[in-house]
């Protein structure tokens, strides 16, 4: 099918992006990759009368060090973001969560930032971003503001980001290579039924889990089972039960909500185990 007539912008600047959301409301919809809105409007499950491409703005597209803190531009490509030498020496875990994204054409055309806003429940990086403690900036009429990652994904498809408001930059700290990502997918889309991200760092572990439920989850029982002890195979086999502890799983065609729940304590063993042998 073909979308809707729409009309289509294409903004040099973030100022100039926010006056066009300012001025066309509810009817615009930002594109960045392209990924989710484009066949979203094909199939006219979305209609927007407005459509502002992002990628024309320069300075959205970046990784860089700043304050001992990793930048990442929105508009950074998953395959940027998996090539970068910085990434791969200063915070492995985006890179190697770049790698399981899709296929090379979707890494080389889908950014960062359109997937996080997406907030798809399936998506891979945030569980990447959750398990790094990431900070997001977002810039709108009102000026900007940062959220942390925590408190960014909010419910299925929902961020915290807000009308007129447009996601600019994800901030994470260097960690150690002792992080991983391990994903089940669904083979024809490439989507995780369930993906597991890890970091241990010191005495801190993060865990965070994508395709379980209706957003990614930081599993905090799996955490709290993982402090004040020296990290064992024994320790991490009992900590992993607790992957889908106070989650309500989602079930489709693809898979049952016990079989999500399963995979999310599989995941989570293995993707605790290969960090630690990272360590």
Same mark, same amino acid.
């Given at each position: 099918?073909?979308?809707?007539?729409?009309?289509?912008?294409?903004?040099?600047?973030? +100022?100039?992006?926010?006056?066009?959301?300012?001025?066309?409301? +509810? +009817?615009?919809?930002? /594109?960045?990759?392209?990924?989710?809105?484009?066949?979203?409007?094909? /199939?006219?499950?979305?209609?927007?009368?407005?459509?502002?491409?992002?990628?024309?703005?320069?300075? /959205?597209?970046?990784?860089?060090?700043? *304050?001992?803190?990793?930048?990442?531009? $929105?508009?950074?490509?998953?395959?940027?973001?998996?090539?970068? &030498?910085?990434?791969?020496?200063?915070?492995?875990?985006?890179?190697?969560? *770049?790698?399981?994204?899709?296929?090379?054409?979707?890494?080389?055309?889908?950014?960062?930032?359109?997937?996080?806003?997406?907030?798809?429940? &399936?998506? +891979?990086?945030?569980?990447?971003?959750?398990?790094?403690?990431?900070?997001?900036?977002?810039?709108?009429?009102?000026?900007?503001?940062?959220?942390?990652?925590?408190?960014?994904?909010?419910? #299925?498809?929902?961020?915290?980001?807000?009308?007129?408001?447009?996601?600019?930059?994800?901030?994470?700290?260097?960690?150690?290579?002792?992080?991983?990502?391990?994903?089940?997918?669904?083979?024809?889309?490439?989507?995780?039924?369930?993906?597991? !991200?890890?970091?241990?760092?010191?005495? *801190?572990?993060?865990? !965070?889990?994508?395709?379980?439920?209706?957003?990614?989850?930081?599993?905090?029982?799996?955490?709290?089972?993982?402090?004040?002890?020296?990290?064992?195979?024994?320790?991490?086999?009992?900590?992993?039960?607790?992957?889908?502890?106070?989650?309500?799983?989602?079930?489709?065609?693809?898979?049952?909500?016990?079989?999500? $729940?399963? #995979?999310?304590?599989?995941?989570?063993?293995? !993707?605790?185990?290969?960090?630690?042998?990272?360590?």
């Amino acid at each position: 099918m073909y979308p809707a007539q729409f009309e289509y912008f294409r903004p040099t600047t973030i +100022d100039e992006a926010v006056k066009l959301l300012a001025q066309h409301g +509810d +009817d615009a919809k930002l /594109l960045a990759g392209g990924h989710s809105l484009i066949p979203a409007m094909k /199939l006219r499950l979305a209609e927007p009368k407005a459509v502002v491409d992002l990628g024309r703005i320069a300075n /959205l597209s970046y990784v860089r060090e700043v *304050a001992g803190r990793i930048a990442i531009g $929105a508009m950074t490509t998953h395959a940027d973001i998996q090539a970068s &030498a910085l990434l791969r020496a200063r915070c492995p875990l985006l890179p190697e969560t *770049a790698s399981h994204i899709g296929d090379m054409q979707v890494r080389n055309k889908g950014t960062i930032g359109g997937s996080l806003a997406h907030a798809d429940p &399936a998506a +891979d990086w945030p569980a990447a971003i959750l398990a790094l403690d990431a900070e997001l900036d977002i810039v709108g009429p009102r000026g900007s503001r940062t959220v942390k990652a925590t408190g960014f994904f909010v419910d #299925l498809l929902q961020t915290a980001i807000g009308p007129g408001e447009i996601l600019t930059e994800i901030r994470v700290p260097a960690t150690p290579r002792s992080v991983s990502y391990v994903k089940t997918e669904q083979k024809a889309s490439g989507f995780a039924l369930t993906g597991v !991200a890890v970091v241990i760092d010191g005495t *801190a572990v993060r865990v !965070a889990i994508t395709g379980v439920a209706a957003t990614a989850y930081r599993a905090a029982a799996v955490e709290q089972a993982l402090t004040g002890a020296p990290i064992t195979a024994d320790r991490i086999a009992r900590a992993a039960t607790h992957a889908a502890d106070g989650v309500d799983a989602l079930r489709d065609i693809h898979a049952s909500a016990e079989f999500r $729940a399963h #995979l999310a304590q599989v995941n989570t063993g293995r !993707a605790l185990t290969r960090a630690l042998e990272r360590l």
